[in-house]
């Protein structure tokens, strides 16, 4: 698909507020801070498409861009959770978001699943995995800001993450990312591309 044409469509705080359920959409979620937003641009080869923030928790509602001028293809930027600094009430309420989302979206076809490559598979990272597993949802793993490492500990991050998940793996897939250097983006096009192209 033509990545680069995606424009934003609109912002939801809760599922009730999110776009109608038709068409297929695919949405990024991970940590806090992790770089989903970074990736969308990444993909978009658009600065600002998503909005990136070195303050973590910048994304606190449910993003919708759409593809290729279609509104029945969609990327969705999910709001970061695990972000400290947020009051327990509002952390809970999210989390409920995100609960709902992923249950009961059903134009979601697949989950991009970001983890910082130098601490993969937090806790929250393994209830994510959870909530997909529930409803036999591909998941594709993004080790992001890959950058950072050198090229021996960034394959031995890659080999731990898939040697763990290796009871998943006809649903789960797992890639180096780098949103700096674009090193990633080919890979991760080509996994949307089968999720959106049915
Ligand atoms: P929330 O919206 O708060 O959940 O965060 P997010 O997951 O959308 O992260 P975002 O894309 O805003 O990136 C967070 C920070 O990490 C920013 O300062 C980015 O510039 C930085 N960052 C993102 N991707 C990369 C990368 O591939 N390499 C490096 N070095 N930094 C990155
Ligand atoms: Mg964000």
Redesign the pocket.
Known sequence: LNYPTAQFMTSAPTLAKCPEDTGAEVAFA?R???????AINALTQQKALAR???T????QLINFFSVMNNEACRLVDL??YGYAQVPEAVKLEWQKHLSDYLHSRLSLRGLVL?MDARHPLTEFDQMMLGFADQRDMPVHILL??A??LKKGPASAALQKVRSRLQEWEDLVSVQLF???KRDGVDSLAQRLDQWLHT
């Open positions: 991970g806090s801070n992790a770089g989903k937003s970074s990136t923030s070195r973590p928790g910048r994304t709001p970061g970001l992001t800001k950058d950072k780098s949103s700096l």
